[in-house]
Each structure stands twice: as C-alpha cells, then as structure tokens.
C-alpha cells in the first residue's frame, strides 16, 4: 500500500482536532475519529482502489492457479477455493495492508501524539482509525459472498455464525497485526515491504490460494500454525461447511493464541513517536 498523499497529509490535523475534542463517551471520539479516518481513506485513491479492487483480481488469479491443481482430495470446487479465498485476501488487503500504512503515516504527522493529549484513550485512538477499513471490509465480504451465491452458483452460508465469527476474528487480528508490523515501519511507503512477509505467508500457506488439504500432510501441520490459517478455517467451514468440530475448535484456539500474542506485542512495541 502507497502512503498518503500531500493533500491527506494536510487534512491530518482534522483527525486530532476532531478525535480529541471534548467528547463525553467512548462512542462519540470513536465515531469522530472514524468519521476523520474514513475522510482520508476516500481521499486516498490509491488505498482506496487497492481495497477495493485488488481482492476481486486476486480471486480471478487464485481461480485461474486452481484450475491447475487437482482438488479431488479437497471435497471443494475451484470456484469455492478462490471464493473463499478472495473474502481471506479482502481481510488482508483491506485490513492489514491498509491500516499499516495509516498507523505509520498518522505516527510520522504526529497526529498519534496529539491524540494522546485529549481524552481518547490509547485503545480508542487504535481502534477508531481501524473503524472505516473494518466497515468496508465487512462489506466487501459480504459482496463476494452474495456474488458467489447469485453469479456462480455457489450455495448459501452452511454454518453463517462460523462465517462472521471467522470475519470479525480476523478483522481484530489483523488490526492487531497492522499495529504490531507499522511500528517497525519507518514510513507509509515502506509499508509495501514490512506487510509483504504476512501477505506471502498467509497466500501461500493459510489457505488462501491452496486449500491445506491439497498440501502434504506434514506441511499441512506446519501451515495449521500459521497466524491468519484459524480465521480462512473458519470462514471455509462457515460457508462451505464440511469441517468437523475438532477443526472448528482448533481453528477457534489458533485465532485467539495469535490475536491475543499480537495484542500483548502492540501493548509492548507500538510507536506513538516518529521513528527519526
């Protein structure tokens, strides 16, 4: 993902100004601050078109790639491999890539500090910039699944709770994650370098473009490890079901291990200072 251009820049002093007014509840300063952050997503044309786009191309690419591998062992279809996929890499995409970006480039305006001088508490301040990028990423999943259902023949949710719990687990995971990996950023454009190593691991190995099944048993194990395998668990079992309660559980346990991990590293490691 790009960093913000000259002109969101300029517009960040609004985020401060908005985010740290005096606000009398928690819903109002997070409502101000995603109000201010949705502003300079939509002015950004860039992450804008990213978010959007980007995971519609990604599916027909891991469509096209699946065609190739024999899914037989699998008990899913092409279709259904890249359509659950393609809600997986909207997460990513919508989620960590974005936020990375928009954690690093409000730390380097100082925008971050001058929060922390108002009433917004650490927490809110994290979770109000993540509030606009979690809203359009519920609502690009929920158009690749209508789609998947109304253009490709696709089935309905089997088990819809596993499908949103598996969304709403990886939108808090993935914000952590963005926290975690922007405080090892040193700018907004570097950001295309630090989220590319959790962007590979989680295509290649989390089930994302090659269902596990279709892996070798003993890399399969590896991958089960990995941090975004629980939440693509869960968001293939809620919609295509087919998974037994033991994977549920396991999908459920890794999700948790790894948000609570990344929660605890942002507790430790976050920058509300500029890396200079």
Known sequence: MTGT????????????????????????????LGRAEFTLLVRNRTALFSALFVPIVMVVAIKSSLDRIDLSSTGISAVEAAMTGGVGMALIMIIYSNLVSAYTARREQLVLK??????????????????????????????????????????????????????????????????VTAAFTRSPESAQITTMPLFL????????????????????FVCELLPTTGVMTLIRAGWLGGTDGADVLGAAVNAVVWTVLAVFAVQRWFRWEPRR
Do not use: H
Request: hydrophobic share 50%; aromatic share 2%; with cysteine.
């Open 5 to 32: 251009t000259a002109k969101t820049a300029v517009t960040a002093d609004e985020v401060a100004q908005m985010a740290a007014g005096p606000k009398s509840t928690t819903p109002g300063r997070l409502g101000a």
């Open 114 to 179: 001058r929060l922390r001088t108002g009433e917004t508490s650490d927490r809110e301040i994290l979770i109000g910039t993540a509030l606009p990028a979690a809203t359009l990423a519920v609502g690009q999943c929920a158009v690749m699944v209508a789609a998947g259902v109304a253009f490709l023949g696709l089935g309905g949710p089997r088990r819809p709770e596993l499908l949103v719990c598996g969304m709403l687990a990886g939108i808090v995971l993935l914000t952590a994650l963005a926290a």
């Open 201 to 220: 691991v989680s295509a290649l190995g989390s089930g994302l473009f090659i269902p596990l099944e279709a892996l070798p048993d003993r890399i399969a």
